[in-house]
């Protein structure tokens, strides 16, 4: 990653930066240049590891496993004494169990009961399945066609000890916890905890139990805020109702500032309210005002404030979920230390139309099916207004038609971008 910029550095970088029309691809540009991630570390037990972000790389101390073991239950024998096209005859002379490794020597035309996960006996090298195998009292009888090794898994087959088992920047996941406890570690390093304060602004919000006068509505952003911040796995500081009034603002702010390393609120920043969020926030930091070439979410703030950074998201329930997702959340994650992954697109066929011009980004909120032949098929939720929150509720994914497509017709595949994942 680059060495952090100033808000201002990481603009002229750009030879045709336009804030009023504003790429996608730009405004990630410009904050994962501005954005410094927490440095802290601490060391937790691995399962309190689980969505935290890994602080350094780790090496494995053994070889996973640890010595070569049976993949199956059967019989351990030794390939060369094995007719290739005929049943062989060997001496059963023990049993080897998961964690009781057979002692003794084994002897040329001798053959060890094994079960899953059993150490392989000194000398034998090929593993027979029970169920292939007949057995006489301590005969053992083995059918002709076996292979040399088979069956039987290698010493550091899936780890080699030194070899590099975790990057720093993981978000460490729960195959993740396996795997450091498979490499005997109780412990982790971990960046802190990222504490993100957030807030929503306007006159016209009332918070849930109380009664709403004409023309007002319940704060319903400061509840997906909250959902999306604790999904990310920070600390999250809930700063209420902020009145559009830039003493309120401001000390909301600064409180935030000195808090938390991150603000993210909503409203205020539309053309009509941004004038006084403007004139706060030139006085309090490093911000710069956006109307970024996507829809829904096209109005936006964004920089630091001393080291917390600054995101002014729309305030329509829609837009700031987009924003949230498509730019905050990518930014968040640096700033936690994670090296974050694009989100992985699943293309379908599109079952709806889109009007769209080439030039700006949109978020579409759909459906995703799989057809009966296994192909994915993908329809618009009808109603795409940013304030109709319904249709975050009831999509499953979002389709994203990229910066330069134009429009798409019935048929025609497009990308899209899943809400719920496996793990
Ligand atoms: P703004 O960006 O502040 O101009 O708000 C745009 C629209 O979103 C207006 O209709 C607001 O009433 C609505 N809105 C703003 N903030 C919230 C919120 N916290 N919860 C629900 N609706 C909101
Ligand atoms: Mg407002």
């Given at each position: 990653?680059?060495?952090?910029?100033?808000?201002?550095?990481?603009?002229?970088?750009?030879?045709?930066?336009?804030?009023?029309?504003?790429?996608?691809s730009?405004?990630?540009?410009?904050?994962?240049r501005?954005?410094?991630?927490?440095?802290?570390?601490?060391?937790?037990?691995?399962?309190s590891?689980?969505?935290?972000?890994?602080?350094q790389d780790?090496?494995?101390?053994?070889?996973?496993?640890?010595s070569?073991?049976?993949?199956?239950d059967?019989?351990?024998?030794?390939?060369?004494?094995?007719?290739?096209?005929?049943p062989?005859?060997?001496?059963?002379?023990?049993?080897?169990?998961a964690?009781?490794?057979?002692?003794?020597?084994?002897?040329?035309?001798?053959?060890?009961?094994?079960?899953?996960?059993?150490?392989?006996?000194?000398?034998?090298?090929?593993?027979?399945?029970?169920?292939?195998?007949?057995?006489?009292?301590?005969?053992?009888?083995?059918?002709?066609?076996?292979?040399?090794?088979?069956?039987?898994?290698?010493?550091?087959?899936?780890?080699?000890?030194?070899?590099?088992?975790?990057?720093?920047?993981?978000?460490?996941?729960?195959?993740?916890?396996?795997?450091?406890?498979?490499?005997?570690?109780?412990e982790?390093?971990?960046?802190?905890?990222?504490?993100?304060?957030f807030?929503?602004?306007?006159?016209?919000?009332?918070?849930?139990?109380?009664?709403?006068?004409?023309?007002?509505?319940?704060?319903?952003?400061r509840?997906?805020?909250y959902?999306?911040?604790?999904?990310?796995?920070?600390?999250?500081?809930?700063?209420?109702?902020?009145?559009?009034?830039?003493?309120?603002?401001e000390?909301?702010?600064?409180?935030?500032?000195?808090?938390?390393?991150?603000?993210?609120?909503?409203?205020?920043?539309?053309?009509?309210e941004?004038?006084?969020?403007?004139?706060?926030?030139a006085?309090?930091?490093?911000?710069?005002?956006?109307?970024?070439?996507?829809?829904?979410?096209?109005?936006?703030?964004?920089?630091?404030?001393?080291?917390?950074?600054?995101?002014?998201?729309?305030?329509?329930?829609?837009?700031?979920?987009?924003?949230?997702?498509f730019?905050?959340?990518?930014?968040?994650?640096r700033?936690?230390?994670?090296?974050?992954?694009?989100?992985?697109?699943?293309?379908?066929?599109?079952?709806s139309?889109?009007?769209?011009?080439?030039?700006?980004?949109?978020?579409?909120?759909?459906?995703?099916?799989r057809?009966?032949?296994?192909?994915?098929?993908?329809?618009?939720?009808?109603?795409?207004g940013?304030?109709?929150?319904?249709?975050?509720?009831?999509a499953?994914?979002?389709?994203?038609?990229?910066?330069d497509?134009?429009?798409?017709?019935?048929?025609?595949?497009?990308?899209?971008?899943a809400?719920?994942?496996?793990?």
């Open positions: 990653m680059n060495a952090p910029q100033t808000l201002s550095d990481a603009i002229s970088c750009l030879s045709d930066y336009d804030p009023n029309a504003l790429p996608v730009q405004v990630r540009e410009i904050v994962g501005v954005i410094v991630p927490v440095e802290a570390i601490e060391r937790v037990a691995i399962r590891g689980l969505g935290r972000v890994l602080a780790l090496a494995s101390p053994i070889d996973v496993p640890s070569d073991n049976s993949a199956m059967g019989y351990a024998v030794r390939a060369a004494d094995l007719v290739s096209d005929r062989t005859t060997l001496k059963l002379v023990g049993t080897a169990l964690g009781q490794p057979f002692a003794g020597a084994v002897g040329p035309g001798e053959a060890v009961r094994v079960t899953t996960g059993a150490v392989m006996p000194t000398g034998l090298d090929t593993v027979v399945i029970q169920e292939v195998a007949t057995v006489d009292g301590d005969r053992l009888a083995v059918p002709g066609g076996q292979q040399r090794g088979q069956h039987r898994r290698l010493r550091g087959e899936d780890l080699a000890r030194g070899k590099p088992a975790l990057r720093a920047g993981k978000l460490l996941a729960p195959a993740d916890l396996g795997l450091l406890a498979s490499l005997g570690f109780a982790v390093a971990v960046r802190r905890r990222l504490r993100v304060a807030f929503s602004t306007g006159d016209e919000l009332r918070s849930v139990g109380e009664a709403l006068g004409p023309g007002e509505v319940y704060d319903s952003n509840y997906t805020m959902g999306m911040l604790t999904r990310l796995g920070v600390d999250v500081i809930d700063m209420g109702v902020i009145r559009d009034d830039p003493d309120a603002l000390r909301a702010v600064r409180t935030a500032a000195e808090s938390a390393d991150a603000i993210v609120s909503s409203g205020g920043v539309s053309v009509g941004a004038d006084f969020t403007k004139q706060v926030m006085r309090l930091g490093d911000i710069a005002f956006w109307t970024i070439a996507m829809r829904p979410g096209r109005p936006m703030a964004f920089g630091r404030i001393g080291r917390t950074s600054y995101f002014g998201l729309p305030g329509n329930p829609v837009a700031v979920m987009i924003t949230f997702y730019f905050a959340r990518e930014a968040l994650l700033q936690m230390g994670a090296e974050p992954s694009p989100l992985p697109f699943v293309r379908a066929r599109s079952l139309a889109f009007r769209k011009r080439p030039g700006r980004t949109e978020y579409q909120r759909a459906r995703l099916d057809d009966a032949d296994g192909t994915m098929s993908v329809s618009s939720f009808g109603s795409q940013s304030g109709v929150l319904r249709s975050m509720s009831e499953n994914c979002i389709v994203v038609l990229h910066h497509q134009g429009a798409v017709a019935v048929g025609d595949p497009v990308d899209c971008i809400f719920d994942g496996l793990v």
